[in-house]
């Protein structure tokens, strides 16, 4: 039906099968996929994950060629996101928030038409936002950004409940009237996957990544979240 990312029977590897961190893996061959040649093992690995979601989160806002574009978060796959819209609609501006300095300031080096904190306004209200974070502070704040009649897309398969209660400061004039919307991402189809791959290896789409051996993974996982890492970090499992 071409909506298997909505199944309930879905099973990730890392929490319902082992793989995520194996050399080599037995899937079904509808679920394999070709990597063009263009693209390095390495380059690869970013994709098939930040980089499909990425499109699919894309897609789902909606977007028209001029229509202003938020990204909230700009890590793997904000990064990629930015680099898409730039191609697909290059009469459009991307507005990012981030928390990071130097993700603003990698944002900006990346054709970013304006970058800012999580809690500051946009100079320009946005027909569409993308919520890359883990949190939901930013949810609320993007509401307040979003144009009427706008959409926010949350791109992320779960949200910490750490901050939760920020959802009590949500105000129906401010922050959802006129029309708003809030629609969440679920995973990516096959079609999303193939669509990506041949879009970026046309494009020559290549992710910001940093390499670390796979010894070094729990090093990269306290850098991934203190926010650390520029773009993508891919571990090499050999």
């Known amino acids: ?44 690995a970013p994709l098939l994950c930040a980089g499909a979601i990425g499109l699919r989160s894309l897609r789902l806002t909606n977007l028209k060629d001029g229509d202003l574009l938020g990204l909230t978060g700009f890590g793997a796959s904000g990064h990629l996101v930015l680099k898409m819209a730039k191609h697909m609609f290059p009469s459009s501006e991307v507005y990012v928030f ?27 209200r946005l027909d569409a936002i993308i919520d890359t974070t883990p949190v939901w502070k930013p ?46 991402v679920a995973n990516v189809t096959r079609k999303d996957v193939s669509d990506f791959l041949e879009l970026a290896s046309a494009m020559g789409l290549k992710p910001e990544f940093e390499e670390s051996d ?21 571990l090499r499992i050999r």
């Open 139 to 184: 949810v609320v704040e993007a509401l307040k950004n979003l144009a009427p009649g706008g959409r926010l897309v949350i791109n992320a398969i779960r949200k910490e409940d750490i901050d939760k209660d920020y959802l009590l400061r949500c105000d129906y004039p401010s922050h959802l009237w006129l029309e708003k919307e809030i629609k969440s």
């Open 214 to 234: 796979l010894s070094e993974a729990n090093r990269a996982l306290v850098e991934l979240k203190n926010r650390k890492i520029r773009g993508a970090k891919v």
């Open 98 to 124: 981030a928390r990071s300095e130097r993700e603003r300031a990698f944002a900006l080096e990346l054709g970013a038409k304006w970058a800012g904190d999580t809690t500051d306004e946009a100079p320009h």
């Open 1 to 44: 039906t071409g909506r298997e990312n909505l199944c309930s029977d879905f099973k990730a590897t890392g929490r319902d099968a082992h793989g995520g961190y194996a050399e080599y893996m037995v899937i079904g061959e509808e679920f394999a996929y070709p990597i063009p040649e263009t693209f390095s093992d390495s380059e690869a």
